[in-house]
Each structure stands twice: as structure tokens, then as C-alpha cells.
């Protein structure tokens, strides 16, 4: 069985993804579609231009251009679940149909995920079983924005994805008067979400500050709650807690 169809269609589904609209030429057989260059999905405020093969029971092999014109669209439907913004990606789908790899590259002049906000984003991410147990790497460079009320020049971080466990392997936080250097993992298994930093250093201004224990964060759509943090060097000593 072959056909080659010319499509122009509204709300639907294609296996178990659902799209608004959809145009395009796609070549359908018993066992896959294939889409031809520049064929189109919008999903809500999203628009994807995408080429490319989609077996119904194997295997995947996409190249899409996306243009994100509001995140709230994907809430809760991945594992960050509070952003807005807009921005863009170029990204490569792969692997079994029902549960694909994904790694592209997302850029963005408005990026908010949870507290933190940059004007000028990029993130590179490659994560196997995307639709399920989560496991891969993300590349974080955020410019030019503010965490949690606090102007930044650069936020650099890699993280390890495990399912719903994110290892922090390294994030720095830098402006004109301090940088701060961090390490841990967050669970977000549960809400509200926990981050753990296992350490901290602290550099404000030539005054080093450290932490000795890990600093315990809980971290949901309303607030940031700080249920343990303390800092201390040869010049003094920071020790807070509460909501953000």
C-alpha cells in the first residue's frame, strides 16, 4: 500500500501526538509516514517545520525547526514545570516511536523557567527516552537576566538527567560584584520540587564565603522555599532561611 496525499488539516493526531493544524505532502504506507521538507504542524502558539520518517510501531528519524511563541503551552507535559517565554529550536527526533531520543539546540530573547529569567538564552540538550524515564545531558548558558531577584551577567550549568533526578554538575552564577559556584541535584518527582546543594562557594566583592552542609531548597510554581542555608568565611557569615 502507497499513497501520496497533499494535506491540509485541522485538530488531529498522528499516532499518539496531537497537533492544531497541519499542512504538507506526506507519502503513507502500512507501516510509516513520511514527511516531506517544509511540512508543517502548529501545536497551540507553536509552529513546526519539520522532514522526515515515522514508523506506527518502530522506529523515528526527524529533522524539525521549531518556533515556540509561548512555553506555556508545554506545561506540565515535560519535566520543567513552570516556564514562559518564547524562543526557538532546531532539533533532531530519533529512536523508537513510542518513546523517542531527542537533541537539538533551543535559543530564546525571553526565557522564564521557575524564578530564573534570561534575555538571552541558549540551551543544548541531548536526552534519550524523552517521553518516559529521562536520561541524557543539558547545556545551560543563560545571559543577561535575573535568579530569584538578582541581576546576572552569565549563569553557566551542566546538568545529568536520571528519570526525575537532575545531577547539577557544575553552575556559576556571575555579575559585576560576586560570582557563586555550585553543586548538587534536584528530585522533581514530587512537588514541591527539592534541590540539594551539596556546595557552595560564594566569591562577593573579594570575600570568599563557603558552605560546610548541604543547602536544602524546595522549589514549586508559587514560591522558593529555603529551609537551610548558611555560608561563612574568614569575613563573616550568612545564615537565612524562609520563602522567596
Known amino acids: 500500500f502507497f499513497m501520496q496525499a497533499e494535506v491540509k488539516l485541522q485538530r488531529g493526531r498522528i499516532e499518539q501526538y496531537s497537533f492544531s493544524e497541519a499542512k504538507g505532502i506526506m ?7 513520511t514527511f516531506h521538507p517544509q511540512f508543517q504542524l502548529r501545536y497551540k502558539n507553536t509552529d513546526i517545520t519539520l522532514t522526515g520518517d515515522l514508523q506506527y510501531d518502530g522506529e523515528v528519524n526527524i529533522d524539525a525547526q521549531v518556533n515556540f511563541k509561548d512555553l506555556r ?3 506540565d507535559q515535560i519535566f520543567i514545570k513552570e516556564m514562559r517565554g518564547r524562543g526557538k529550536a532546531l532539533v533532531n527526533i530519533s529512536g523508537r516511536t513510542e518513546d523517542f531520543d531527542i537533541r537539538g ?7 522564564y523557567v521557575y524564578q530564573l529569567y534570561s534575555s538571552d538564552a541558549e540551551v543544548d ?4 527516552n524523552f517521553l518516559t524515564k529521562q536520561k541524557g545531558q543539558v547545556d545551560v548558558c543563560f545571559l543577561d537576566g535575573e535568579a530569584w531577584g538578582v541581576d546576572y551577567d552569565s549563569l553557566i550549568s551542566r546538568i545529568k538527567i ?7 554538575e557544575s553552575a556559576r552564577l556571575q555579575n559585576l ?3 557563586l559556584e555550585a553543586w548538587g541535584e534536584m528530585d522533581v518527582s514530587q512537588t514541591p520540587q527539592t534541590l540539594l546543594i551539596y556546595q557552595m562557594a560564594l566569591d562577593y566583592r573579594g570575600n570568599r564565603l563557603e558552605s560546610f552542609s548541604p543547602t536544602v531548597v524546595n522549589i514549586d510554581t508559587q514560591k522558593v522555599r529555603i529551609r537551610k542555608f548558611f ?3 574568614k569575613t563573616g557569615q550568612i545564615d537565612l532561611s524562609g520563602d522567596i
Do not use: P
Open 105 to 111: 539546540k533551543f535559543t530564546s530573547d525571553s526565557c
Open 27 to 33: 507519502d503513507i504506507t502500512a507501516t510509516a509516514i
Open 125 to 128: 540538550l541531548n536526552i534519550a
Open 73 to 75: 503551552d508545554f506545561k
Open 231 to 233: 555560608l561563612s568565611g
Open 162 to 168: 536520571d528519570d526525575q533526578l537532575f545531577r547539577i
Open 177 to 179: 560584584y560576586l560570582g
